[in-house]
């Protein structure tokens, strides 16, 4: 069973910038890892991925604001969000153990989240 700690997660005005970290208790290699979030009034979404050979997976709503990346040596998986918006404001997962990108069905362990809140 691989245990996640997110951190990173806090309050920030429009247009700034957070960074997540996912530390993860053991390797995650050869399979998908992810960012998925829940924002008010929606079900969880899918945010980015990094697939078991490296190449990464972005929703519409990431592409061009945030980044994904990781640091095998930490077992640690980043979140990059820059531009942020009040839409962004959620609870913040990562998920490890997937077998597909963004489909949160496909992942077998999860964090317990970390709050993001943007403000107007």
């Known amino acids: 069973q691989v245990q996640l700690v997110e951190s990173g997660g806090g309050s920030v005005q429009s247009g700034g910038s957070l960074r997540l970290a996912c530390a993860a208790s053991?390797?995650?290699?050869?399979?998908?890892i992810g960012w998925f979030r829940q924002t008010p009034g929606k079900e969880r979404e899918g945010v980015a991925c990094?697939?078991?050979?490296?190449?990464?997976g972005y929703a519409d709503l990431a592409k061009g604001r945030f980044t994904i990346s990781q640091d095998k040596a930490k077992n640690t998986l980043y979140l990059q969000m820059n531009n942020l918006k009040p839409e962004d404001s959620g609870t913040y997962y990562c998920?490890?153990?997937?077998?597909?990108?963004?489909?949160?069905?496909?992942?077998?362990?999860w964090g317990q989240g970390t709050q993001v809140t943007v403000s107007s």
């Open positions: 053991s390797s995650t290699a050869g399979t998908y």
């Open positions: 998920a490890a153990g997937g077998t597909g990108c963004l489909s949160g069905q496909q992942y077998a362990h």
């Open positions: 990094i697939k078991p050979r490296g190449v990464t």
